[in-house]
């Protein structure tokens, strides 16, 4: 009986030092599932911020659309004054100088009529090419911009892919921690049986001792000092 408890105690041991492996492999994987929610945290933190530029840089794609259509608002109106200004530059061309002179009161009216016009028209074509260089300006930021939002895009992507992976990761170990939870429990039924075992045979082990005990009679035992336990040794001989 004492074999068999010493048996049952070192397989219990053995449950023990299993069930402490389980244990730090639970805890293990419930950091790794700690870990993988704070990383999921992040994810949804960048994904969301990346959904705000994206935004951001749409509106600045449609701002930049709208100051486009405005400067081509404009370009056509300094075209139609530039054509009216060269079909008056026509009209006079085909008058003599006689008569574009007797419209005005002075010589120095003329003169001043005529100084006037091609100041305008200058004026006109330096207004022209500056609309044409805002215009280009706008059309690059726009297209800097249409290529930022595409980045995004991308960006948004791989992080939505992340997020995809980090979810099925931590599914599996969610899977693992269940698995391992139910081999401890397990394992601890089966320590709680092997326990129970001893314990059966240790009361066993005290009830025949008890028993062994109850029916030895020691009146039957020889009184002390009559040299029962001498024998064979000859008289006097005294033992210790």
Same mark, same amino acid.
């Given at each position: 009986?004492?074999?068999?408890?010493?048996?049952?105690?070192?397989? #219990?041991?053995?449950?023990?030092?299993?069930?402490? &492996? @389980? &244990?730090?492999?639970?805890?293990?994987?419930? $950091?790794?599932?700690?870990?993988?929610?704070?990383?999921?945290?992040?994810?949804?933190?960048?994904?969301?911020?990346?959904?705000?530029?994206?935004?951001?840089?749409?509106? %600045?794609?449609?701002?930049?659309?709208?100051?486009?259509? *405005?400067?081509?608002?404009?370009?056509?109106?300094?075209?139609?004054?530039?054509?009216?200004?060269?079909?008056?530059?026509?009209? $006079?061309?085909?008058?003599?100088?006689?008569?574009?002179?007797?419209?005005?009161?002075?010589?120095? #009216?003329?003169?001043?009529?005529?100084?006037?016009?091609? &100041?305008?028209?200058?004026?006109?074509? $330096?207004?022209?090419?500056?609309?044409?260089?805002?215009?280009?300006?706008?059309? *690059?930021?726009?297209?800097?911009?249409?290529?930022?939002?595409?980045?995004?895009? #991308?960006?948004?992507?791989?992080?939505?892919?992340?997020?995809?992976?980090?979810?099925?990761?931590?599914?599996?170990?969610?899977?693992?921690?269940?698995?391992?939870?139910?081999? %401890?429990?397990?394992?601890? %039924?089966?320590?709680? *049986?092997?326990?129970?075992?001893?314990?059966?045979?240790?009361? *066993? @082990?005290?009830?025949?001792?008890?028993?062994?005990?109850?029916?030895?009679?020691?009146?039957?035992?020889?009184?002390? &000092?009559?040299?029962?336990?001498?024998?064979?040794?000859? %008289?006097?001989?005294? @033992?210790?």
């Amino acid at each position: 009986k004492n074999a068999e408890i010493k048996r049952l105690e070192d397989e #219990a041991a053995a449950y023990r030092s299993t069930l402490e &492996g @389980i &244990g730090k492999a639970a805890n293990t994987l419930q $950091s790794q599932i700690q870990l993988i929610d704070r990383a999921l945290t992040g994810l949804e933190a960048d994904i969301r911020l990346t959904n705000a530029k994206i935004s951001r840089t749409n509106l %600045e794609i449609r701002e930049l659309g709208d100051g486009i259509r *405005e400067q081509e608002l404009s370009i056509g109106r300094e075209r139609e004054h530039l054509n009216a200004l060269v079909r008056a530059l026509a009209e $006079s061309d085909r008058e003599t100088p006689l008569e574009i002179l007797l419209k005005h009161e002075t010589v120095s #009216a003329f003169f001043a009529s005529m100084d006037n016009l091609l &100041g305008l028209q200058q004026d006109i074509h $330096s207004a022209l090419a500056e609309l044409r260089r805002i215009r280009q300006d706008l059309t *690059e930021r726009k297209g800097n911009a249409e290529s930022k939002r595409l980045e995004l895009a #991308a960006l948004l992507g791989d992080l939505a892919d992340k997020k995809a992976l980090q979810i099925e990761e931590r599914r599996q170990r969610n899977t693992l921690l269940r698995e391992t939870k139910n081999q %401890e429990r397990r394992y601890q %039924e089966l320590l709680t *049986e092997i326990e129970r075992k001893r314990d059966a045979l240790q009361q *066993e @082990i005290n009830a025949l001792e008890s028993g062994l005990t109850a029916t030895f009679d020691r009146s039957k035992l020889p009184a002390p &000092g009559t040299g029962i336990l001498g024998w064979p040794l000859p %008289e006097p001989i005294f @033992i210790t």
